[in-house]
């Protein structure tokens, strides 16, 4: 299975400053048939379901705000909120879907400095 | 608007079954694949298994494989998820969500199942 392995496991940032977000995977999650990495990163608040907010590594889901973005290749990912509001207190998962199990990080907790 | 709505909340005894259902639109169902994803209290995502309707053909995580299963019913629309001899470390919130491409774009509401003597 790939381990997904996020850092750090908590962060506290001031309202309208940047949050970022690390991922790492055991191996590869490029996708050499469409030059794309399999990786997604999800919002999840207490009592509702996740959210999907990025897809193949930088593209944003449906109705996501700009604010949110990512990167990176291979094995190395990154989510960025380039300036927190309150309503993104969350914890944040990313996901490989390269290969089954699809298998997720073990979340990073984002609160309000 | 996409919807998957599943079953409501169960409470069960250690070593019994469980059977939780998604519902979802003629549409969804016959052009995506499903898959089931729990939350236990404290823990994080945990990918259980997956199915693809029209070819009905279902994977699982190697620790839940033999314990659960993943089933469709075409003419309801609907993915279940079974588990089997139920424990207290399967008390979680089970999710389905539609996925396409490996990419789960529509998540149901979850349905807590509680396992308690």
């Known amino acids: 299975d790939i381990v997904m392995t996020q850092s750090p496991d908590s962060l506290a940032v001031s309202l309208g400053e940047r949050a970022t977000i690390n991922c790492k995977s055991s191996q590869s999650v490029f996708y050499g048939s469409n030059n794309k990495n399999s990786l997604a990163w999800f919002q999840h608040k207490p009592g509702q379901p996740p959210r999907l907010l990025i897809y193949w590594a930088s593209a944003r889901g449906s109705g996501v705000p700009d604010r949110f973005s990512g990167s990176g290749s291979g094995t190395d990912f990154t989510l960025t909120i380039s300036s927190l509001q309150a309503e993104d207190v969350a914890v944040y998962y990313c996901?490989?879907?390269?290969?089954?199990?699809?298998?997720f990080g073990q979340g990073t907790k984002l609160e309000i400095k | 608007q996409v919807q998957l709505v599943q079953s409501g909340a169960e409470v069960k005894k250690p070593g019994s079954s469980v059977k939780v259902s998604c519902k979802a639109s003629?549409?969804?169902?016959?052009?995506?694949?499903f898959v089931w994803v729990r939350q236990a209290p404290g823990h994080g995502l945990e990918w259980v298994g997956g199915?693809?309707?029209?070819?009905?053909?279902?994977k699982y995580a190697q620790e839940f494989r033999g314990r659960v299963s993943i089933t469709t019913d075409e003419s309801a629309w609907t993915t279940y998820i079974e588990v089997r001899s139920l424990t207290y470390e399967d008390t979680a919130i089970y999710y389905c969500a539609r996925e396409g491409a490996g990419i789960l774009d529509q998540w149901g509401q979850g349905t807590l199942v509680t396992v308690s003597s």
């Open positions: 003629r549409d969804t169902f016959n052009n995506y694949a």
């Open positions: 996901q490989q879907y390269y290969t089954t199990p699809y298998t």
């Open positions: 199915v693809i309707p029209i070819y009905r053909s279902a």
